[in-house]
């Protein structure tokens, strides 16, 4: 059972449209993070953030923003979808202490832009 | 600085038959190892973990995974595999000095054939 919820599971939208795809978790982690992954399946990380007001841009370059006002929610915005943007985008979170415990994924978004 | 190679980007192999998907790390220090699946148009869920002490980890589904320190592989296995195997399979590694930020390996895609 997911307490990592991630909306829409799809979206198809037109370009130049602002989007903004949604991440919420119930277990009171204070780290999360944004991966891009592609067809051919490696994941990018492209934000995470460790915690309130915390934001970090990731290992791969991404026009999208994200912000932490909250410590569930972890929304990732694009402010003019092009087509280059249609993937999948994969929301997880993780606990603070130490790196023993792993991240719990969302079911992700699979964004199409036309 | 730490690294995930999966050494296969497909396997196929028949229902009922082994399988072993072979993943190999880089670290510098002392690494938690982890093993996730992911099934079509899903997150990724956690398979099982290394954190310490015995070296074979069992984990949900039938797969293990055995932690070589010497060949620094973390390789996973089934026994008899079935077609609901079929799936992508991530390799994942950190440490204590990383924060918690686990770096992926590149995925294998599992493909069960009747």
């Known amino acids: 059972e997911a307490d990592i919820y991630q909306t829409p599971r799809y979206l198809v939208i037109g370009t130049g449209k602002k989007i903004t795809l949604e991440c919420s978790q119930t277990?009171?982690?204070?780290?999360m993070y944004w991966y891009q992954q592609d067809p051919g399946m490696e994941l990018h990380l492209i934000h995470y953030?460790?915690?309130?007001?915390?934001?970090e841009k990731g290992d791969l370059s991404s026009e999208s923003t994200v912000s932490r006002i909250r410590t569930e929610h972890f929304p990732l915005t694009l402010e003019s979808a092009r087509p280059s943007h249609t993937s999948q985008y994969l929301c997880?979170?993780?606990?603070?202490?130490?790196?023993?415990?792993?991240?719990?994924f969302g079911s992700g978004t699979r964004l199409t832009v036309v | 600085a730490q690294s995930v190679t999966q050494l296969d980007s497909q396997v196929p192999v028949f229902e009922e038959a082994p399988v072993e998907l072979r993943c190999n790390y880089s670290?510098?220090?002392?690494?938690?190892l982890f093993w996730y699946v992911q099934y079509p148009n899903q997150g990724l869920q956690l398979l099982l973990k290394?954190?310490?002490?015995?070296?074979l980890v069992k984990g949900i589904n039938g797969f293990e995974a055995e932690f070589n320190k010497s060949q620094t592989s973390f390789h996973l296995r089934k026994p008899s595999v079935h077609i609901s195997d079929t799936a992508e399979y991530f390799c994942?590694?950190?440490?204590?000095?990383?924060?918690?930020?686990?770096?992926f390996g590149g995925g294998t895609r599992l493909m069960v054939k009747p």
């Open positions: 997880a979170s993780s606990e603070s202490d130490g790196g023993a415990v792993g991240y719990t």
């Open positions: 277990m009171g982690h204070d780290k």
């Open positions: 953030s460790y915690g309130v007001n915390s934001t």
């Open positions: 670290s510098s220090v002392s690494v938690y």
């Open positions: 290394y954190l310490s002490g015995s070296t």
């Open positions: 994942a590694v950190t440490n204590n000095n990383a924060g918690n930020m686990l770096t």
